[in-house]
């Protein structure tokens, strides 16, 4: 998991200078999951925590193509329900609150951008 | 500089383009056939002269890196040597015949005034191979980002250096019993253009102004000083932050206490005298940082470039650098493995004191798949570079991790 979260951290970043946070803050947070404050908590909690830990979105910081790819993964393997209309607002929590963040990485990143190229030896 | 004005193939960036439409005060006709990588002489100055992949962080004032295969040789030719200002290059029309250099301070018998030409008439010249690093290099490993330029590994050149030994100015000045640091002064502008304010204005202990490879400089690779890099006259002081290497030299001060110029506050070349925790914040007091002094040992690979595919079964021949500020390098290893087992390699001893040193290896890579080859140095202390992303610092200074490639055998 270490690695997907590495691999989860966008070298784009690197240059703006300020990168929001994506911890929430105490008093932002349900008291009983942990999860963030939103207008769609109710709908994580009903599709997502009432079959898994909370703990296991809390640990985790992705893309949102990388969440769908958990829910994919879920329904492939875990027999979680078609999500219907709700998907999308599952997403848009996601992706606000456990989005790629500097509080998520590694000591030392991935090489990234590397421009292959072959080496006559 | 392509990172600046260029898009990935080549082109002038669109952005680009409206900023020089507005120097230029017209639309640029045929922009779509300027030929590819063509620097329009507008954006010109500070990379005049300096080799086309360069990677520009910042053009006001002038930031340029050097990407990590463009470092192979041994002696950095001036068209591949990094550019780090704080400020703005001097604009005047600058004569050496009439450039003076000015000894004065708490701790000099009396103030003595030097021509270029009475350096060169009156002292012994010495020329050395010697190691200028930013004490920022490899700012951009650092999490949470600190802020200044985000120095990759490029901020680092080994160019042979000429000139007149401090010591033996000093000696001609003669200095009094107290003397403890020296400052100097140059000509670059704030970037306000506020005249009366200092750019950077920073020094040495005496000790190490003292010693021999300590020069005041008007040649580089045997030529005169390109003006980015301080003509006609610098300090050059090897293996601390380059930043005490002042350029456009035209005052000394001798001073009896530690020199308090321009980005000698702060946290600016400091780090924290006890570590702290990444993020932390911490008040910038000389109780809580102390000033960089040494550079740590640190490694390069300049060949070769990342991204090296190559034939199953044969042998990949590495090289590069490494140096270790005051020290020399005791060793230097690769690992194809992550750092689970290392191969010894080669080691040159330095020119002399104070250059960096050449490596080189053969390595077998066993089977097909992706590499990444990792370097470690040792200095001549025992002490080795990091593999990890070393202390959080508020500068985001000393990054002296491992430098690595990516390698592919197909």
């Known amino acids: ?26 008093d932002s947070t349900d008291a009983v999951t942990g999860l963030a404050l939103d207008p769609n908590l109710s709908l994580v909690k009903a599709q997502c925590t009432g079959c898994h830990s909370p703990m296991l979105i809390l640990q985790h910081r992705f893309t949102r193509d990388e969440w769908l790819s958990k829910i994919r993964w879920m329904q492939r393997n875990h027999k979680l329900w078609d999500l219907g209309e709700t998907e999308k607002p599952v997403l848009d929590y996601l992706a606000k609150h456990y989005a790629p963040n500097q509080s998520a990485y590694s000591r030392r990143e991935p090489l990234r951008n590397v421009k292959w190229y072959k080496l006559e030896n | 500089m392509n990172a600046d004005f260029h898009n990935r193939r080549g082109f002038l960036k669109k952005s680009a383009l409206t900023t020089l439409a507005g120097i230029v005060g017209t639309e640029i006709v045929f922009a779509e056939k300027m030929p590819k ?70 701790s000099v018998k009396a103030p003595k005034v030097y021509k270029i030409s009475d350096l060169k008439s009156k002292f012994k010249t010495y020329t050395y191979q010697l190691v200028l690093e930013c004490g920022g290099n490899g700012r951009s490993g650092f999490v949470p980002q600190t802020s200044g330029n985000q120095w990759d590994q490029g901020a680092v050149s080994c160019a042979e250096w000429t000139g007149v030994r401090l010591k033996d100015i000093l000696n001609d000045v003669g200095l009094k019993d107290d003397a403890v640091y020296i400052g100097y002064y140059g000509k670059d502008l704030h970037p306000s253009r506020d005249p009366n304010k200092v750019v950077i204005s920073r020094g040495v202990p005496i000790k190490k102004a003292l010693e021999d490879e300590t020069l005041v400089v008007w040649a580089m690779n045997g030529q005169e000083l390109p003006l980015m ?47 702290i925790p990444p993020g932390e914040k911490l008040a910038e007091t000389p109780e809580n940082f102390r000033i960089i002094e040494s550079m740590p040992v640190k490694s390069m690979i300049t060949f070769p470039k990342t991204g090296a595919m190559v034939d199953l079964g044969k042998a990949l021949s590495l090289r590069g650098h490494a140096w270790a500020g005051d020290v020399a390098v005791k060793e230097i290893q690769v ?19 104070l250059a960096w040193q050449q490596w080189s ?19 001549a202390n025992g002490v080795a570079q990091p593999m990890v992303i070393p202390a959080w610092n508020p500068g985001g200074y000393l990054n002296n991790a491992c430098h690595r490639i990516a390698v592919k055998v197909v």
């Open chain 2, 361 to 379: 290896a053969q390595i077998q890579l066993p089977k097909k798949g992706y590499y990444e080859v990792w370097a470690r140095a040792t200095d």
């Open chain 1, 1 to 26: 998991m270490i690695g997907l979260f590495a691999a989860a951290i966008s070298k784009s970043k690197k240059h703006s200078l300020i990168r929001a946070s994506a911890h929430p803050v105490i």
């Open chain 2, 335 to 353: 690992s194809i493995d992550y750092g689970a087992t290392w191969q010894k390699c080669s080691l040159q001893t330095p020119k002399n004191r």
């Open chain 2, 229 to 275: 890099h301080g003509f006609p006259l610098r300090l050059v002081v090897g293996g601390w932050p380059a930043s005490v290497s002042g350029k456009w030299l035209h005052t000394i001060s001798v001073r009896n206490k530690e020199h308090d110029g321009a980005k000698m506050e702060g946290h600016s070349y400091r780090v924290p005298r006890q570590s």
């Open chain 2, 37 to 106: 990588n063509h620097v329009p002489l507008a954006f010109d100055e500070g990379l005049k002269g300096k080799h086309p992949d360069m990677i520009v962080l910042s053009d006001k004032p002038w930031n340029v890196e050097t990407p990590p295969h463009l470092l192979d040789d041994a002696v950095t030719p001036v068209e591949r040597m990094f550019i780090r200002n704080n400020g703005i290059v001097p604009e005047e029309k600058i004569d050496p015949s009439t450039w003076t250099l000015t000894i004065k301070g708490e």
